[in-house]
């Protein structure tokens, strides 16, 4: 078989990918913060550290590492529970305590305040930036410097804890911009696809003018003679008779035109979806399609339960590569989905997940079965089997 091979790096490359506009930068924070705690360290001097101090290092230090190793499970978690924040909060004040108000200690609050804005909205936001500025000015007050009277030690609180807040904001307009590049790719895949489903229509539409309207207006045409030229109704009629045959055998090859040709059109449309997949979560989709051919009836659903596993893997894998790959053989055609991500443990994504029970669905629509193999750190892979003896055949 010739294999059509094509990959979207170059394309996902070239694009800013949106979802990594977020997840760079709050991973950027991430290390900042680490880098961070070793001025910290230093500034507490040669005095000896206390336990929980230490202990608190340690957290925070694991924390950021977490964070970075797994950020779509710790964002998630985040969002769900944006006041767990505050523990980060209250061990950071422990630990920043003996450093006092130093800078160190003001710029890593500052890259929490990032955060924050980034991560967390609402009540919720206002609540940790409060408690952000309390800790603060707890350790300033604790560790005032001697050198500033008292009303250089509030002016100088009161411009720290305002660019406490300006980090918020910052934080909480990347926030909004992503959400409205996401909402501006919506659209444009949105406006995309209709622009396409405009020119089949339009495709169609000139088939059926040039071909099967033409027979049909001159068989109404030639009804309108016979009432004129009654004397030659049996050559107008075998004319009529001709003209009809002609307009089933142009329908008929109008149909077999718009089904040889679902195979195209059936991997444009899933390259174009694909496509879209790359752009928004900045991964790399490879697509072997081995020259099969998808029948019309099953090509909505394939289509579907493809771009929703490759979805998925985008979403929830941690992976940068998916590759989509058909095979054919005699009675079955196979497509299978392959990430190099995370993996899960099946029986508990089994359970109330709306996306794998509508891929199960459509499978057995189309008298598939659809099969999911996953092992935790090995990746995983769904995989599509349809009897090719089934509804239409396959070409």
Not at 47 to 53: D, T
Not at 57 to 83: N, Q
């Amino acid at each position: 078989m010739v294999t059509t091979k094509h990959r979207y790096s170059d394309r996902g490359t070239r694009t800013l990918e949106t979802k990594s506009i977020t997840t760079q930068l709050g991973k950027f924070i991430i290390v900042l913060r680490m880098v961070l705690l070793y001025p910290v360290l230093i500034a507490w001097g040669d005095s000896e550290y206390a336990f929980w101090e230490t202990a608190g290092v340690v957290v925070l230090a694991s924390v950021s590492l977490i964070t970075f190793s797994f950020w779509d499970s710790v964002v998630t978690f985040a969002v769900k529970h944006p006041l767990a924040v505050s523990i980060d909060i209250f061990i950071s004040v422990l630990v920043m305590a003996r450093a006092g108000s130093s800078s160190s200690y003001f710029l890593y609050l500052g890259a929490t305040a990032l955060l924050i804005g980034l991560l967390v909205d609402g009540v919720n936001r206002v609540i940790l930036t409060g408690l952000l500025i309390a800790g603060f000015l707890l350790i300033t007050l604790t560790n005032g410097s001697p050198n500033h009277t008292s009303a250089q030690q509030v002016v100088s609180d009161l411009i720290s804890a305002s660019i406490i807040v300006l980090f918020v904001i910052l934080g909480a307009r990347m926030r909004t911009l992503q959400a409205q590049v996401n909402t501006a790719l919506q659209l444009a895949t949105r406006n995309a696809r209709e622009a396409a489903l405009g020119e089949e229509r339009s495709r169609i539409a000139r088939e059926l003018h040039d071909s099967t309207v033409k027979s049909l207006v001159g068989i109404s045409l030639l009804s309108d003679t016979i009432r004129k030229q009654p004397d030659a109704s049996a050559r107008l009629a075998q004319a009529i008779k001709n003209a009809a045959e002609s307009a089933v055998d142009e329908s008929r090859q109008l149909l077999s035109n718009l089904r040889s040709g679902t195979s195209d059109n059936f991997e444009k449309l899933l390259r174009a979806g694909l496509d879209e997949i790359e752009v928004v979560h900045g991964i790399s989709v490879e697509l072997v399609i081995n020259g099969c051919e998808v029948s019309t009836e099953h090509a909505h659903n394939v289509e579907k339960i493809i771009i929703e596993a490759v979805t998925n893997a985008a979403l929830h894998s941690g992976t940068d590569r998916v590759r989509v790959a058909f095979t054919q053989s005699d009675t079955r055609m196979r497509v299978t989905v392959t990430d190099y991500g995370e993996g899960f443990r099946v029986r508990q994504k089994r359970e109330g997940h709306i996306g794998l029970t509508s891929m199960r669905e459509r499978a057995t629509d189309i008298g598939g079965t659809l099969a999911i193999s996953s092992t935790p750190g090995k990746g995983t892979v769904v995989l599509l089997d349809i009897n090719q003896e089934q509804g239409e055949a396959y070409v």
